[in-house]
């Protein structure tokens, strides 16, 4: 069964429009016959504008007519022209040039260089290369680990930097938050060792330390 573009406004405008039973309804809209009739008495779907499912082509005029002749029969869905509009496209493989894809493993090397926050999964989609080829750079058990340089991929031509940018931020934005979840705070600079273990000494205790000697040899001098 094709999915209906707006159920509930479709359900709307069937229940003011039409004499299909609630069965009827449900069944082409894909919602229960208990919700068909809330809508009917008003207590479901309340602010919701009916959407002619004719108009938007998801719906032909003779199956409405069949369907309001006999309560059995179920109307069939066609394939709406606004519903394959919305309909999100899935993005292709990034397809790599033969000439580019021997410079694959050096800007894997890169990442795994510069930038560890960035998982598998995103060099895998940026570079166009399998997590098994990530696994054989990382581990040196590639066929051409001797010739293997980092090199970043926008050098390489495997991306563009707006590209290399949105991947490296979107992983240290995760990696920042994930330490958050663990409480790990990374200090804004490098902290102070205590004097002790520096050796340094301070100006009042260079100050403190000759007026001991100084009565000390006072002392002395009275004995």
Known sequence: MTDILMPKAT?????DNTSLTFDQIADFCG??????????DGEVARDIRGADPIANGQLSR????AAQ??????????????????????KAP??????????????????LRNHPEVTDAQISRLLGTTKAT???????AHWNS????????????LSTQMELDAVVRKAADKRAK?????????????????ASETGAITHQDDHTDSQVDRHDEDEGDEA
């Open 69 to 90: 002749k006999s309560d059995t029969y179920r109307m069939v869905a066609q394939k709406s022209r606004h519903a394959e509009l919305l309909k999100p496209v899935k």
């Open 146 to 157: 001797t010739n293997i340089k980092p090199v970043d991929p926008v050098t390489l031509g």
């Open 178 to 194: 994930d330490d958050a979840k663990r409480d790990i705070v990374e200090p804004d600079g490098p902290t102070l060792e205590p």
């Open 134 to 140: 990530i696994d054989q750079v990382r581990n040196r």
């Open 94 to 111: 990034r397809y790599t040039p033969v000439s580019r894809r021997q410079d694959r493993p050096d800007a894997i090397a890169w990442f």
């Open 62 to 65: 003779e199956e409405l007519d």
């Open 11 to 15: 359900a709307v405008w069937l229940v």
């Open 31 to 40: 919602l229960h016959p208990l919700e068909v009739r809330g809508i009917a």
